[in-house]
């Protein structure tokens, strides 16, 4: 009985098939990183929710106001990493504003979050803000009651008690670096014209 022998690839049709398999993994790859890099991006640019902020600093505020300065307060959310860009940016503006400036620092404290926020890095980080009070919103009245929603928020008061900034310190979530946010706040302390009173926040939410 006569046997007929296996077909055999010869070795440049192999070769061939080899390169054509590796340039269509090549190409998914690519595609795989340059939609992850696309939706990473849109995340990063993709701002928080923000309340309707109070105009005039509350009378019945649980938070103290030194009359005749401004203030300034930022609310945090502890286990939000975006707003280590935002507590960064918020030192570098102390530092650039003259004496005078009210700072209050926020924390949320959201349910379900057993410890000790002291412990926190990101409160941490924010104790080493000079002429800063830290202070904790156990039940969210504070926030609630200036409108704030998400962490990174920041409501700048004059002396009077006049809303006179709202919005985010950064440019995009954990970027720190010059932003509209900040120019503002820092004109405004100078009594000068602010190239926006509202911007963005970049962080997650408070709650």
């Not at 090549?26 to 990183?33: D, F, Q, S, T």
């Not at 890095?121 to 924010?126: E, H, R, V």
């Not at 409108?147 to 809303?163: C, E, K, M, P, R």
Request: net charge positive; hydrophobic share 45%.
């Amino acid at each position: 009985m006569l046997k007929t022998s296996d077909p055999k690839i010869s070795p440049p049709a192999a070769r061939s098939i080899r390169e054509r398999a590796l340039i269509a993994f090549v190409a998914l790859w690519l595609i795989g990183i340059s939609i992850g890099s696309l939706l990473l991006l849109r995340y990063s640019l993709k701002p928080g929710a923000q309340g309707t902020a109070s105009v005039q600093w509350p009378a019945d505020l649980a938070l103290a106001r030194v009359r005749g300065r401004p203030t300034l307060v930022m609310f945090v959310h502890p286990k939000c990493a975006c707003s280590r860009a935002s507590l960064s940016e918020l030192a570098v503006l102390v530092a650039d504003c003259p004496s005078g400036l009210s700072t209050d620092i926020v924390f949320a404290d959201p349910p379900g979050l057993v410890r000790q926020i002291e412990s926190n890095d990101l409160w941490q980080s924010a104790a080493e803000i000079p002429d800063s009070t830290l202070i904790c919103d156990r039940d969210g009245a504070i926030a609630r009651r200036l409108g704030a929603h998400t962490s990174g928020q920041v409501f700048l008061y004059d002396a009077q008690g006049t809303l006179r900034f709202s919005g985010g310190i950064t440019a995009e979530r954990a970027h720190a670096g010059s932003n509209a946010g900040r120019l503002a706040i820092e004109a405004i302390i100078r009594n000068e014209k602010p190239i926006a009173q509202a911007t963005p926040v970049f962080g997650c939410s408070l709650w």
